[in-house]
Every structure is written in C-alpha cells, then in structure tokens.
C-alpha cells in the first residue's frame, strides 16, 4: 500500500478539484490518500464519492495553521469525524482569524489613504477569503503599485507599513481540537519553518508533551540525510512518524502524489493508529 497523507483541493490553495485528485492518485499508484485542505473539510464530501468510483482509501483530513511562540506552524488531522461539533466551531474560528487580519491588513491601508481596500480586494478573492495577494491586486487596480510584487515590497511584505501577523491558535489548542475529533494530531512539515537544530527539538519536544501524535518524518521529496534525522526525532519523542506529497498542483515534481521515499524501517507508521496494518 502506498500511502499520501498530505494533499490539498481546490476547496484551498489546491488547483485541482476533488474527483481530478483522486484520478491523479490512483494513477501515481497511491492508494490510501489523505485530503487535508487548510483550515476546511468542506472538499471531503466530493472526494470521499470520488474516492469510491477510484477503489481509493481517503482519509478524511484538514491541515490547521497554528502558531509556536512567534513561529506559525502547521498541523495535520487525520481520521477526523466530519460531523464533529468541535471540529464545526474550529473551523469557524480559524476563518475569523483570517478574517480579523484581513480588516487590520485595510484599517492599515486605510491609513496610508487606501480606503475601501477590504472591498476593493474582496472583488479579487470571490468566494475565498481575501488574503494578501487579493489587496496586492486591488493596489495594482487602483494605480497604487505597478505589479503585485510591488505592492508587498512597499505595503504588504514583512516589516512594510500593512503587514499584519495572523494570531493563531497555539498548538494545545489545535491538538485538543483535533482530538475531539477522534483525529490524529501530525506536526506537519518540520523543516519547512527554517528552524534552528535546538528550536526544531524544542518544537518537536513542545508538540509531544502537548498530546500531539505524529511528526511528519516526509514531506515531498527531501533527502535521505532529511528524512533519517526525522525520523531519528520521531522515535525519540515518541512520536509515530507520517508521509505526505503536501501536493498543491501539477508541474511541481517535488511535491507530486505518492512520489517519495518510504518511511525508515524503525519508524511506526501513524496509519497504524488509523487502523491499517500495512
Ligand atoms: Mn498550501
Ligand atoms: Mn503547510
Ligand atoms: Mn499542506
């Protein structure tokens, strides 16, 4: 069996629909698939049919943004009851925290004589929820910027007059959600915060103790000296250790479905805690 814990739709920052995941999965040769959409489960229902008329396993997933001190990371549920109420109102919350930052992202602009950039961006994100390359279109819009790379060098970027940090929740929170869940909770993505040898331990340490499950030993394709060192961590936190493509769209070979190295041997897979024996 070859599993694809990590993958996102369209129902996110994913390219493809649903059912279009699917057939790129069973055609990789995937075949347990996890769809884990940032901050949202409303993609399952589609790919769950999709998953039947593919004979592919989905696990029902989500990726939820979180934040650890001042670094923003990122964790997995996976197995996650769709119907759950926690699961409901979390969601919820997550988006009024997008929400929240993309009025102080405005009341900034504001400031700076951009009024009406909250509407005026919201026009680019249609039914999404505006977010930073939505008001860079808009700057563009009104003349206020050449091209949106402009627009974050001179308002929107780090440090620039607009930026705006999000506030997520911390990593107990969102463990505690997905837990009520009855999900498992996977530290996704480790070496994707660019953390110092200590941090990263401490991260990992932090994620443990906190009641988290699984560490995301690969993501994508990664080195061997990358996924050992992982997988080294994993074991001695105590952790069970997951895979994923984090696959977003075709084109990117690094992030593809199914295409990455298998798991070291002394690794315990977390699909064992979702019930598979493999
Ligand atoms: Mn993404
Ligand atoms: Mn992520
Ligand atoms: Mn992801």
């Known amino acids: 069996m070859i599993f694809d814990l990590h993958s996102h ?6 390219i493809l629909s649903p059912a279009a995941l ?33 004979d592919l396993v989905l696990i029902p997933g989500i990726e939820f943004s979180s934040q650890w001190g001042k670094i923003g990371v990122h964790i997995v549920g996976l197995g996650i009851a769709t119907e759950s109420d926690v699961l409901a109102s979390a969601i919820v919350e997550q988006r ?12 900034r602009l504001a400031k700076l004589g951009f009024i009406g950039a909250l509407e005026g961006a919201q026009r680019f994100a249609g039914d999404a929820l505006v977010g930073r390359p939505h008001f860079a279109r808009h700057l563009v819009d009104i003349g206020a910027v050449r091209q949106p790379q402009d627009a974050f060098k001179k308002f929107l970027g780090t440090g620039k007059p607009a930026d705006v940090k999000y506030q997520w929740p911390d990593i107990h929170q969102i463990i505690a ?19 110092t040898r200590t941090k990263m331990r401490g991260l990992i340490s932090d994620f443990a103790a ?27 936190h105590h952790l069970s250790a997951s895979c994923g493509s984090d696959f977003h769209m075709p084109n990117q070979s690094w992030q593809e479905l199914g295409n990455f190295g298998r798991l ?7 699909w064992r805690r979702l019930g598979f024996t493999a």
Do not use: F
Request: contains cysteine.
């Open 9 to 14: 739709s369209n129902y996110s920052d994913g």
């Open 22 to 54: 699917m057939s790129r999965a069973k055609a990789n040769g995937v075949t347990v698939l996890a769809l884990t959409d940032h901050d949202t489960i409303a993609g399952l229902r589609d790919a769950q049919q999709a998953a039947d008329e593919n």
């Open 96 to 107: 009024q925290s997008r929400l929240s930052r993309a009025q102080a992202i405005a009341e």
């Open 177 to 195: 959600w997905i837990h009520a869940a009855g999900g498992q909770a996977v530290l996704a993505h480790p070496l994707k915060y660019q953390l």
């Open 210 to 236: 906190a009641g988290g499950d699984a560490l995301e030993v690969i993501s994508g394709q990664q080195s061997h000296a990358d996924t050992d060192a992982l997988a080294r961590l994993a074991t001695e």
């Open 264 to 270: 070291p041997a002394h690794c315990h897979p977390v």
